[in-house]
């Protein structure tokens, strides 16, 4: 592995993060510059099972860095920086220095060690500080060491362990007439190797640890433990030692008490979230390991925190050293100068909730408030619940060029969109009429996907039917389950529909996670396999300007029946840009009701119930926008829906890890409309798959247009066809959509292609790979 950048940067080290993934067994990883003999000393400890991560210093070569395994792994190597000889920090061939298992002088409960590390091989007689590896070795209880100049205590900590686990920590610490001290909380064995050293003079500065963050003191932290996808910003310049004016920081970043597999990244909060990982937790960790961070111009890192079962975890940051600079910024407002950030799209929210009383339902008619909670007051629920997801809308995401979610963030939502202007002979491959999307500020026509906005505070989306059926359905990847409990699912939308021969909103929850299910259009059957769903209307029991639940379907193995329900009022309407209706779907196995706010108040009422033998207890739910040739009797033709505070309660499943192959936006001869979908038979890319652990399941979802009763072959990366029989009824001519599954050995983590052959043309569009179970990834 080589650095042109850190060579032409005149580097005499470089930082890296070692990853080992899948290691088979206990082991070791080494890392050394290629012109030298491989070193005894190892940079990286593996456990079966866990993923595991430790920061390297590797002296540069012209040949770079290599490395080796003591067992089968995957290995991942982010480039964090480089050091230069002369100003921040010389490497050194690795060596060790101390071996407790040798010598039969384990470290003693609270015991203070000194151990000499200036003019030992590799590291100067004047030397002032050290990067040093410290590895504990199966230690009989869980505990930490720290590693600090000798005289200065220190309030943070170096490696952090569980019983019966070797790990090791990479760490720079400063030396006390060239010393360092050690000490631990549990009796530990412990090897120490070296891997390079610096001076006073250089431009590296180091320092006993000092904590700059611990989450689990309640009394300086008020967010209490971090919730999953969640972001901490942290002020580090001018606080803990490390002075205001420094250009990087040396930091430990230690997670406690995780209950999964999981990931945190550490990077300056003025720059993008890189495809990197610092630390991989797992269930039961207590794990650290050091970063080299640059800072923010504001003197902030930011700390990225996911987990794979949406568990909150509490994060520890000690600062060890940084790097001088002559940045000028403002002082810290204060000694704890912390922030968070509300948590990103898909994450977990704490706050209110509620449920359906147990053993019953509230009867109709009966009112509950809806708490406010502030300016925004995120997912709303009326009652206490455990929240499983949440997504309040604060922050456009940035998505992959192929993505077809606009500015949701597509590891947690999926787009799709489907119309009915379909007729190969004469080149319509599912045509779309590009909207205005009104409230984000623009009168332009949207090309997709960027007909999906977020702007003050919640989701702008529009569909211009063009005299059409359509469909645009945004899908959440994480499950809802309702298994031996009712569940309830939330979400905030401008319902403003005039009528079932215009545009409305649509709520479907469905047992796979294909695009675009819904009910029934001329010219769409798009069923899902197993489902239910409900649209909101103007119905004739409501006046002009208000909506109720216009008819409720389920479907079974693909076959749709009508519920029969009952309806108990309506809400006046919201609009996209003004006040927007406050919705609560309460679901069990035999049961629902559908609660409502009039725009713009905080009391539900109940607006229509069902007993219906639902098809499911666990899917996925979809929020649509659905067109009937809305221009034909009303003015909704070109019409916007504004959505916000999306979630559900229950259990934190595993979410989907679904990748888009782009739309395949072709021009046709109206400067307002573009082709999406594509003419079988066709071949579709699907870029940048990737995953953190192993998914446990592989599938391709996708949509069509028939011109007989044939589903599409498919292929995968040219491998064997894939034939599905028709499961739907004998209709042709009708938008369709399935789940393929396909052997998960077929996936690449690289780019994919997708055949799709029949016997007679066809449209596909809309189409996906999905991998269950697939988080944690970046």
């Not at 070296?194 to 431009?203: A, H, P």
């Not at 939308?493 to 479907?508: K, R």
């Not at 798009?526 to 379907?553: D, H, K």
């Not at 782009?662 to 082709?675: C, E, I, M, W, Y």
Request: aromatic share 8%; hydrophobic share 40%; with cysteine.
């Amino acid at each position: 592995m080589t650095f042109p950048d850190a060579v032409s940067a005149g580097a005499s080290s470089v930082v890296l993060n070692l990853t080992a993934v899948n290691a088979e067994a206990d082991g070791w990883v080494k890392a050394w510059p290629c012109n030298e003999s491989e070193p005894p000393a190892s940079a990286l400890n593996t456990s079966p099972g866990r993923t595991s991560a430790n920061a390297a210093i590797v002296k540069l070569s012209a040949e770079g860095a290599c490395f080796t395994s003591s067992v089968p792994l995957d290995l991942v190597a982010d480039f964090s920086g480089w050091f230069t000889g002369d100003d921040d920090l010389a490497a050194s061939s690795p060596a060790r220095v101390l071996d407790t298992r040798l010598s039969g002088n384990p470290l003693r409960p609270e015991e203070v060690r000194s151990l000499r590390i200036a003019g030992t091989p590799g590291i100067d007689a004047s030397a002032t500080g050290a990067a040093l590896n410290l590895t504990i070795e199966r230690p009989a209880l869980d505990g930490y060491v720290v590693a600090y100049p000798c005289g200065q205590p220190s309030n943070g900590s170096t490696v952090n362990f569980l019983h019966g686990e070797t790990v090791a920590n990479l760490t720079v610490v400063a030396l006390s007439a060239g010393d360092v001290c050690m000490r631990s909380n549990v009796d530990v064995q412990i090897i120490v190797d070296t891997y390079g050293w610096t001076r006073e003079n250089g431009r590296l500065k180091v320092q006993s640890p000092n904590r700059l963050l611990d989450t689990r003191d309640r009394d300086t932290w008020i967010y209490r433990a971090t919730p999953s996808h969640s972001t901490v910003h942290l002020r580090v310049a001018g606080r803990g030692g490390i002075p205001n004016t420094a250009e990087a920081a040396l930091l430990t970043v230690t997670v406690a008490d995780s209950t999964a597999d999981g990931f945190v990244t550490v990077w300056p909060c003025d720059q993008p979230q890189p495809l990197a990982s610092t630390i991989n937790p797992f269930n039961g960790a207590l794990r650290s390991n050091l970063a080299l961070v640059k800072l923010a111009a504001d003197g902030t890192v930011c700390l990225y925190f996911q987990s794979a079962n949406l568990s909150p975890t509490d994060l520890v940051v000690d600062g060890v050293g940084w790097i001088d600079g002559i940045v000028e910024r403002p002082e810290p407002t204060s000694p704890g100068s912390v922030v968070t950030v509300p948590p990103p799209n898909g994450s977990p929210a704490p706050g209110p909730g509620g449920t359906i009383p147990p053993g019953g339902t509230i009867p109709p008619g009966q009112t509950a408030p809806v708490p406010t909670g502030g300016e925004d007051p995120g997912c709303q629920f009326s009652g206490s619940v455990a929240v499983a997801f949440c997504d309040s809308f604060d922050t456009a995401a940035a998505n992959p060029p192929n993505s077809r979610s606009g500015a949701l963030n597509d590891a947690y939502w999926s787009v799709s969109r489907t119309g009915t202007r379909v007729n190969v002979p004469q080149s319509l491959t599912n045509d779309w009429v590009l909207p205005v999307v009104t409230g984000c500020g623009s009168d332009s026509p949207a090309m997709p996907p960027a007909d999906v906005r977020i702007c003050n505070g919640r989701v702008y989306e529009a569909v211009d039917d063009g005299g059409g059926q359509t469909t645009l359905a945004m899908s959440v990847k994480q499950p809802f389950d309702i298994t031996g409990r009712i569940g309830t699912v939330v979400f905030d939308v401008s319902s403003d529909s005039q009528g079932n021969h215009a545009a409305w909103p649509e709520f479907w929850w469905t047992d796979q996670s294909v695009p675009a299910a819904h009910a029934d259009l001329p010219g769409h059957a798009t069923y899902p396999r197993n489902g239910f769903g409900f649209i909101l209307t103007r119905t004739n029991a409501c006046a002009a300007g208000a909506t109720s639940v216009g008819e409720m379907t389920i479907t079974h193995n693909y076959t749709p029946q009508n519920v029969p329900f009952t309806a108990v009022g309506c809400v006046s309407d919201g609009s996209a840009s003004g006040a927007l209706n406050h919705f609560e779907v309460r679901v069990n196995a035999a049961h629902v009701e559908i609660w409502a706010t009039d725009a713009g108040s905080t009391t539900l009422k109940q607006i229509a119930f069902a007993d219906v033998t639902m098809p499911l207890t666990r899917g996925f739910i979809l929020l649509e926008d659905v067109h009937f040739d809305a221009g034909k009797f009303e003015t909704q033709r070109l019409h916007t829906l504004g959505w916000d505070n999306v979630g559900f309660d229950g259990p934190k499943l595993y979410r989907n890890l679904s990748f888009d192959a782009q739309d395949a936006l072709r021009t046709t001869g109206d400067p307002n409309v573009v082709a999406l979908g594509y003419a079988t038979p066709v071949t579709v890319s699907v870029p940048g798959i990737s995953w953190y652990q192993q998914p446990t399941h592989a599938a391709i979802t996708f949509g069509w247009f028939p011109y007989s009763t044939v589903v599409p072959n498919i292929r995968v990366n040219g491998g064997a066809w894939h034939e599905t029989a028709w499961p739907f009824d004998p209709s042709p001519y009708l938008w369709r959509t399935i789940t393929v599954d396909v052997p998960l050995s077929e996936i690449r983590a690289s780019t994919n292609s997708i055949e799709f052959a029949s016997g007679t043309t066809m449209v596909v569009s809309n189409v996906d790979i999905v991998l269950t179970a697939a988080s944690p990834v970046p």
